[in-house]
């Protein structure tokens, strides 16, 4: 080799790369709620078993093909064996995809963090409306934090087909957020390695806030206990396993080549094995963390829209009655509603339609997840909260760590593939493709700022990476274990770190997780192809809510396009190495 | 005789305040809501207190500034506290029309909730929607600001990490012709010791071994 290839310059900043690559935001927004869906404590029981059975051998093996080859995903999988090459190109296809979307939500998390040093926050009042006499129609309609998050922030149109002009607010937001990936990304491992110990160890500081300032608010304990009293029917239910699968699965970023790419800067002798351990104890041990953080924020907000709720009963009964304010209370109201209904019943059936049944359960039971979590019900909680502004910009923060964090592998599975290839890394040095690489996305990336942008965003999180990275790993464990050897793979590891590998790890890769993946990749195909036309949720201004349409053709084709080009790349590369061997072997036939 | 004139007056006056009927406003007040402990009662002391402000407000409409506080009537007080009233002309057989009742409380209904230690949540009339204070709006938007600040931080930080990383490529370019001024410099300086310079081996006269090659050329690539 020319050039010594960059390392880290310790152990450590590599296993914080790795953690901060893996706790991201799905530990935030998605795992509380397979939690809450699946039998909250019970979902443990699934979870901590695909971990051990799935989770930590995927990530032994991709970490310990990087430290060997020392190669990025391509390379790594063009020495197993030349007809894998294909399978590098598809991860960084995907890592491509899920840079474009994923830097979106750093942009709105700058956006909500700019805005929190305001007073009220923006999202706690509605706009007046133009002879400002009341509110704004929708936000009426509406609440305040999904008014601000639909209108204000996205701005978003009433169907994808409407596909507006590009927002220059959330685009500004935009291009922040790829200079700052940039930036951490600039000098390689150097740079990297450095910004790592930040973005890994922040977020656990502000969750260690977050938790303290959670238990103590009114009505925590309520989603607590809503949260962990177990509902041991649902490990009955195969949908629980199959989520706590692919939680698992996605959450370790397993497939897109950037644990590969970390890994490859790894002194050979590194213990990668402890490594494996730690990362993932780590990373599920935050999921559980934040779900309890998640939870006592969900309890506050559920408490206090019941007393709401209930307060307002009150106020109407208060009202219509002409009774003496400050009579009625939460504890006498059920009394007096009886009493009111036997002396005036009349007048209390006519009433009675607009008193609402106010239920604690049912403010616990409405389950959010992914951006709608983060962006409308943390902001709704947050406005409640005793210095609101210090607490919301320590939350979107919090955010941009765990994002950044994730970008960071991201652009790194892509970036290494391209250094290590000397074609290009002969022309442009390292600062310029690293440039050219944030440009692209950030360009493309554009396209999410638009009036309809938040539809092509659901598109992309919800189809670009789930069936290709399911295939992709499994081809890597199938190629490992059985192309390249698990015996060739042992002697391998033994010679680079000085341990043997352990029965566990061999059983593992070789049957039981080729078995789950193929199980999971079978369970969402056919999960597609029953469902049939695909719809999605769309924002309708005049009701205030979402409603579901249909995706028009061309959306259709563009998903399938999405999984198509990721998936395609491993047969032609097979196919295009096979191709590429036939004539070589031609032309040496007809030399000699 | 006068006692049935004051029947009469008070009949009359019953005809024109009335729940619901033409110019009439109800109002509503929620004293525990606003003040809790301090909450006073309301007695008829409060009540001439709201018909003065009620004819204050009417007085400062145009063409209305005889209107005097027996002007206003009160009726249907209940324990909420609630109660309709009216403004009579000075005749007192007519009412006001409601428009202008309802922009004369418009106008000065901060006065009338400051009186009573009350806001527009907590002192109600109905069907007179109460103007909401507009957000303050500061000319340039907070979050450009902080915005600008973050963004030109990460353009310079950015900026320096460029410019130092194409200086350090440059420097090791030029190492190698570096590398035989610092072997000169290094030959010029004459050790000293005990005020006698020493002669170290002599590095001028040095010539190429031809025999030892250079390890570049020797060895191919791999």
């Given at each position: 080799?020319?050039?010594?290839?960059?390392?880290?310059?310790?152990?450590?900043?590599?296993?914080?790369?790795?953690?901060?690559?893996?706790?991201?935001?799905?530990?935030?927004?998605?795992?509380?709620?397979?939690?809450?869906?699946?039998?909250?404590?019970?979902?443990?029981?699934?979870?901590?078993?695909?971990?051990?059975?799935?989770?930590?051998?995927?990530?032994?093996?991709?970490?310990?093909?990087?430290?060997?080859?020392?190669?990025?995903?391509?390379?790594?999988?063009?020495?197993?064996?030349?007809?894998?090459?294909?399978?590098?190109?598809?991860?960084?296809?995907?890592?491509?995809?899920?840079?474009?979307?994923?830097?979106?939500?750093?942009?709105?998390?700058?956006?909500?963090?700019?805005?929190?040093?305001?007073?009220?926050?923006?999202?706690?009042?509605?706009?007046?409306?133009?002879?400002?006499?009341?509110?704004?129609?929708?936000?009426?309609?509406?609440?305040?934090?999904?008014?601000?998050?639909?209108?204000?922030?996205?701005?978003?149109?009433?169907?994808?087909?409407?596909?507006?002009?590009?927002?220059?607010?959330?685009?500004?937001?935009?291009?922040?957020?790829?200079?700052?990936?940039?930036?951490?990304?600039?000098?390689?491992?150097?740079?990297?390695?450095?910004?790592?110990?930040?973005?890994?160890?922040?977020?656990?500081?502000?969750?260690?806030?977050?938790?303290?300032?959670?238990?103590?608010?009114?009505?925590?304990?309520?989603?607590?206990?809503?949260?962990?009293?177990?509902?041991?029917?649902?490990?009955?239910?195969?949908?629980?396993?199959?989520?706590?699968?692919?939680?698992?699965?996605?959450?370790?970023?397993?497939?897109?080549?950037?644990?590969?790419?970390?890994?490859?800067?790894?002194?050979?002798?590194?213990?990668?094995?402890?490594?494996?351990?730690?990362?993932?104890?780590?990373?599920?041990?935050?999921?559980?963390?934040?779900?309890?953080?998640t939870f006592s924020i969900y309890g506050f907000k559920a408490t206090f829209n019941y007393e709401s709720c209930l307060n307002k009963v009150i106020l109407l009964l208060t009202n219509s009655f002409d009774l003496e304010d400050g009579f009625l209370t939460v504890s006498n109201l059920e009394e007096v509603k009886?009493?009111?209904?036997?002396?005036?019943?009349?007048?209390?059936?006519?009433?009675?339609?607009?008193?609402?049944?106010?239920?604690?359960?049912?403010?616990?039971?409405?389950?959010?997840?992914?951006?709608?979590?983060?962006?409308?019900?943390?902001?709704?909680?947050?406005?409640?909260?005793?210095?609101?502004?210090?607490?919301?910009?320590?939350?979107?923060?919090?955010?941009?760590?765990?994002?950044?964090?994730?970008?960071?592998?991201?652009?790194?599975?892509?970036?290494?593939?391209?250094?290590?290839?000397?074609?290009?890394?002969?022309?442009?040095?390292?600062?310029?493709?690293?440039?050219?690489?944030?440009?692209?996305?950030?360009?493309?990336?554009?396209?999410?700022?638009?009036?309809?942008?938040?539809?092509?965003?659901?598109?992309?999180?919800?189809?670009?990476?789930?069936?290709?990275?399911?295939?992709?790993?499994?081809?890597?464990?199938?190629?490992?274990?059985?192309?390249?050897?698990?015996?060739?793979?042992?002697?391998?590891?033994?010679?680079?770190?000085?341990?043997?590998?352990?029965?566990?790890?061999?059983?593992?890769?070789?049957?039981?997780?080729?078995?789950?993946?193929?199980?999971?990749?079978?369970?969402?195909?056919?999960?597609?192809?029953?469902?049939?036309?695909?719809?999605?949720?769309?924002?309708?201004?005049?009701?205030?809510?979402?409603?579901?349409?249909?995706?028009?053709?061309?959306?259709?084709?563009?998903?399938?396009?999405?999984?198509?080009?990721?998936?395609?790349?491993?047969?032609?590369?097979?196919?295009?190495?096979?191709?590429?061997?036939?004539?070589?072997?031609?032309?040496?036939?007809?030399?000699? | 005789?006068?006692?049935?004139?004051?029947?009469?007056?008070?009949?009359?006056?019953?005809?024109?305040?009335?729940?619901?009927?033409?110019?009439?406003?109800?109002?509503?007040?929620?004293?525990?809501?606003?003040?809790?402990?301090?909450?006073?009662?309301?007695?008829?002391?409060?009540?001439?207190?709201?018909?003065?402000?009620?004819?204050?407000?009417?007085?400062?409409?145009?063409?209305?500034?005889?209107?005097?506080?027996?002007?206003?009537?009160?009726?249907?007080?209940?324990?909420?506290?609630?109660?309709?009233?009216?403004?009579?002309?000075?005749?007192?057989?007519?009412?006001?029309?409601?428009?202008?009742?309802?922009?004369?409380?418009?106008?000065?209904?901060?006065?009338?909730?400051?009186?009573?230690?009350?806001?527009?949540?907590?002192?109600?009339?109905?069907?007179?929607?109460?103007?909401?204070?507009?957000?303050?709006?500061?000319?340039?938007?907070?979050?450009?600001?902080?915005?600008?600040?973050?963004?030109?931080?990460?353009?310079?930080?950015?900026?320096?990490?460029?410019?130092?990383?194409?200086?350090?490529?440059?420097?090791?370019?030029?190492?190698?012709?570096?590398?035989?001024?610092?072997?000169?410099?290094?030959?010029?300086?004459?050790?000293?010791?005990?005020?006698?310079?020493?002669?170290?081996?002599?590095?001028?006269?040095?010539?190429?071994?031809?025999?030892?090659?250079?390890?570049?050329?020797?060895?191919?690539?791999?």
């Open positions: 080799m020319d050039e010594a290839r960059p390392l880290w310059a310790t152990p450590l900043q590599f296993v914080f790369a790795c953690i901060s690559y893996a706790v991201g935001l799905g530990n935030v927004w998605r795992f509380p709620y397979l939690c809450q869906m699946y039998g909250g404590g019970s979902f443990l029981v699934p979870y901590i078993i695909m971990l051990a059975v799935e989770g930590m051998p995927l990530l032994y093996l991709e970490l310990a093909v990087g430290q060997r080859m020392r190669q990025g995903s391509i390379g790594a999988w063009r020495t197993i064996s030349p007809y894998l090459s294909g399978v590098g190109v598809a991860s960084v296809v995907v890592s491509f995809f899920l840079s474009m979307y994923y830097n979106v939500i750093n942009a709105w998390a700058f956006w909500y963090l700019f805005h929190s040093f305001q007073d009220p926050l923006p999202w706690s009042v509605c706009p007046l409306n133009g002879n400002r006499t009341g509110y704004d129609e929708e936000c009426e309609k509406a609440s305040s934090t999904q008014y601000f998050w639909y209108r204000k922030t996205l701005n978003i149109s009433p169907s994808i087909q409407e596909s507006g002009a590009v927002q220059w607010e959330p685009a500004l937001c935009l291009i922040l957020a790829w200079l700052l990936v940039y930036l951490c990304i600039l000098r390689g491992t150097e740079s990297t390695g450095k910004v790592v110990y930040f973005t890994a160890l922040l977020p656990y500081c502000v969750l260690m806030i977050y938790l303290v300032r959670g238990l103590t608010l009114h009505g925590a304990t309520n989603g607590l206990a809503y949260m962990f009293t177990p509902k041991v029917e649902q490990l009955a239910n195969p949908k629980a396993w199959i989520n706590a699968a692919t939680q698992i699965f996605f959450s370790l970023g397993l497939g897109f080549g950037s644990l590969i790419a970390f890994a490859s800067y790894n002194e050979p002798s590194n213990d990668c094995q402890k490594h494996t351990v730690i990362v993932s104890i780590i990373n599920s041990s935050t999921s559980i963390f934040a779900s309890v953080v009886s009493y009111l209904a036997s002396a005036y019943p009349s007048k209390y059936s006519e009433v009675f339609p607009q008193i609402k049944n106010c239920s604690l359960e049912s403010e616990l039971e409405t389950a959010v997840q992914g951006t709608g979590l983060a962006f409308i019900v943390y902001t709704e909680a947050i406005k409640n909260m005793e210095v609101s502004q210090l607490w919301s910009v320590l939350y979107f923060f919090m955010l941009l760590m765990l994002g950044i964090g994730s970008m960071l592998g991201n652009t790194a599975a892509i970036l290494t593939p391209l250094t290590d290839s000397k074609v290009i890394s002969s022309y442009l040095p390292k600062e310029a493709i690293s440039g050219l690489v944030c440009l692209v996305n950030c360009a493309i990336g554009l396209v999410f700022t638009m009036e309809a942008g938040n539809y092509w965003f659901d598109i992309f999180n919800d189809y670009a990476a789930t069936l290709s990275l399911l295939l992709i790993v499994l081809v890597e464990t199938v190629a490992v274990c059985y192309l390249y050897g698990l015996r060739r793979f042992e002697s391998d590891l033994k010679a680079m770190t000085g341990h043997a590998l352990n029965w566990y790890w061999k059983a593992m890769w070789g049957g039981v997780s080729p078995l789950l993946i193929i199980s999971l990749f079978v369970f969402y195909l056919s999960d597609y192809i029953i469902t049939g036309t695909l719809q999605y949720q769309a924002w309708d201004a005049s009701q205030g809510q979402l409603v579901t349409k249909d995706y028009p053709p061309y959306a259709l084709a563009i998903t399938g396009l999405l999984v198509a080009s990721s998936t395609m790349c491993i047969p032609l590369g097979a196919l295009g190495t096979f191709i590429v061997r036939h004539l070589k072997r031609g032309d040496t036939a007809s030399v000699a | 005789m006068l006692w049935l004139l004051f029947v009469l007056v008070t009949a009359i006056h019953a005809d024109l305040c009335q729940p619901d009927a033409e110019n009439a406003f109800k109002v509503r007040l929620s004293l525990r809501t606003a003040l809790g402990d301090k909450a006073y009662a309301w007695d008829t002391n409060e009540e001439y207190l709201f018909k003065a402000m009620v004819a204050f407000s009417m007085r400062r409409v145009p063409n209305r500034e005889a209107t005097e506080i027996s002007h206003v009537l009160l009726c249907n007080v209940t324990q909420r506290v609630s109660f309709w009233f009216v403004v009579t002309d000075p005749s007192r057989n007519h009412t006001l029309p409601a428009v202008e009742v309802q922009s004369a409380i418009r106008m000065n209904r901060n006065r009338i909730n400051n009186a009573f230690f009350l806001n527009d949540q907590t002192l109600e009339f109905l069907r007179i929607p109460s103007t909401l204070a507009p957000p303050t709006d500061p000319s340039v938007p907070i979050w450009i600001i902080i915005f600008g600040v973050v963004f030109c931080i990460v353009i310079v930080a950015t900026m320096l990490l460029i410019l130092s990383g194409i200086r350090q490529r440059r420097r090791e370019n030029k190492g190698p012709s570096e590398m035989e001024d610092t072997e000169d410099k290094w030959e010029n300086t004459i050790t000293i010791e005990n005020g006698i310079p020493c002669d170290p081996l002599d590095m001028k006269g040095g010539h190429v071994n031809d025999a030892f090659v250079t390890e570049d050329e020797r060895l191919t690539p791999l």
